[in-house]
């Protein structure tokens, strides 16, 4: 699964179709510097467009309300949070010595 895939995977099918470009979702990959962020800066994109314009729409059989962009700015925390918590390299773990030994100041 590509990167793009896992960001549509994480916004979802409603906020994904509000960028049907995998050019659009690249741009949130290279802003946001991995795939967690990514799918946070798109959740906050799509609410950020319809919060002032929508109390509740309707688009053919598919509604949402307000709840709908309060509920994406939550995920989006999440998301936020879980990637701050996530280290890039788990350098605390390695040995980068070989020998096992631990040097202290």
Do not use: C, H
């Not at 099918?13 to 990514?38: H, K």
């Not at 002032?52 to 509604?63: F, H, L, N, V």
């Not at 998301?79 to 030994?101: I, N, V």
Request: without cysteine; negative net charge; hydrophobic residues 50%.
């Amino acid at each position: 699964m590509t990167d793009i895939e896992k960001v549509r995977l994480l916004i979802g099918a409603v906020v994904s179709a509000a960028f049907p470009l995998d050019a659009e979702i690249q741009a949130f990959l290279d802003l946001g510097g991995s795939v967690f962020m990514a799918a946070a800066l798109a959740l906050k994109s799509w609410a950020a467009t319809g919060i002032e314009a929508m109390k509740s729409e309707t688009i053919g059989d598919y509604r949402y309300e307000k709840g709908a962009v309060d509920n994406a700015l939550k995920l989006a925390a999440n998301y936020e949070a879980r990637d701050s918590q996530t280290p890039a390299f788990a350098y605390a773990e390695m040995d980068l010595t070989g020998s096992g030994e631990v040097v202290e100041d």
